[in-house]
């Protein structure tokens, strides 16, 4: 069964440091996204990483991947307010189709608990 | 484009009374999944489908949990008789299998309160 972790779970930032959230991961898999979730609210995409080595950045968040560690890190810089949600890794793994329709596909991902980020003055 | 639309949004129902989940995914998205998200933890998928077809349904409890997908389009998911372990938030996905990303994208949730 893949198992997915992330640390910490909950982070206090003060604005304009740096952090980093880590996902580990139990099983074989090249890719691995992450959401953010506002309270109250669905969740958004942030990074789909596709590859060993993928590295991907928006504005202060930055997200790689390396598959051979089972390992991605969600960083952080000089946080903002703006910033505090709850954001989740997720892993996706090739999966067999039911035996009528036969196949692989991905599309069943995993997700890690989540990790809540507060960012205070 | 307009996203995963989801409804109810709300629902408060008294245990061992069913109720019922519909979620319309975004156009074109042949893939649709169903999530139960407990408080604090990440969602869990209940159950996929390709077109009308359940491609996964391993983790669906099949005692109180049934899903359809008519037409390949809009989906219901129903609980009955619920129990107060099922309140939780309800999150309908909906992906383009021809992408290479595979991406899901989230509808915002029925949130389903036991009492």
């Known amino acids: 069964e893949l198992k997915v972790e992330q640390n910490p779970l909950f982070l206090s930032m003060q604005e304009g440091k740096n952090y980093t959230i880590y996902c580990n991961y139990s099983?074989?898999?090249?890719?691995l996204y992450w959401y953010r979730q506002d309270p109250g609210k669905s969740l958004e995409s942030l990074f789909v990483?596709?590859?060993?080595?993928a590295v991907k950045q928006e504005g202060r968040l930055m997200a790689s991947l390396d598959t051979k560690a089972r390992l991605s890190t969600l960083h952080i810089t000089a946080a903002v307010h703006d910033l505090s949600a709850t954001y989740f890794c997720?892993?996706?793994?090739?999966?067999?189709?039911?035996?009528?329709?036969?196949?692989?596909?991905?599309?069943?991902?995993?997700f890690g608990q989540g990790t809540i980020l507060t960012v205070h003055p | 484009e307009a996203g995963v639309v989801q409804s109810p949004r709300y629902k408060i129902i008294e245990k061992k009374q069913p109720v019922a989940f519909w979620c319309n995914p975004i156009?074109?998205?042949?893939?649709l999944y169903w999530y139960r998200q407990n408080l604090g933890q990440g969602p869990e998928l209940l159950i996929r489908?390709?077109?009308?077809?359940?491609?996964?349904d391993s983790q669906l409890p099949k005692d109180r949990f049934s899903a359809e997908r008519l037409k390949g389009v809009d989906s219901t998911l129903k609980i009955q008789p619920a129990e107060l372990g099922d309140s939780a938030v309800y999150l309908c996905?909906?992906?383009?299998?021809?992408?290479?990303?595979?991406?899901?994208?989230f509808g915002p949730g029925t949130r389903l309160t036991v009492t």
């Open positions: 996905a909906s992906s383009h299998e021809g992408q290479i990303l595979y991406e899901q994208y």
């Open positions: 099983t074989t898999s090249d890719r």
């Open positions: 990483l596709l590859s060993n080595g």
């Open positions: 997720a892993v996706d793994i090739l999966v067999l189709r039911v035996a009528n329709a036969g196949g692989t596909s991905y599309g069943k991902l995993t």
């Open positions: 156009s074109g998205h042949n893939t």
């Open positions: 489908y390709e077109n009308e077809e359940a491609v996964d």
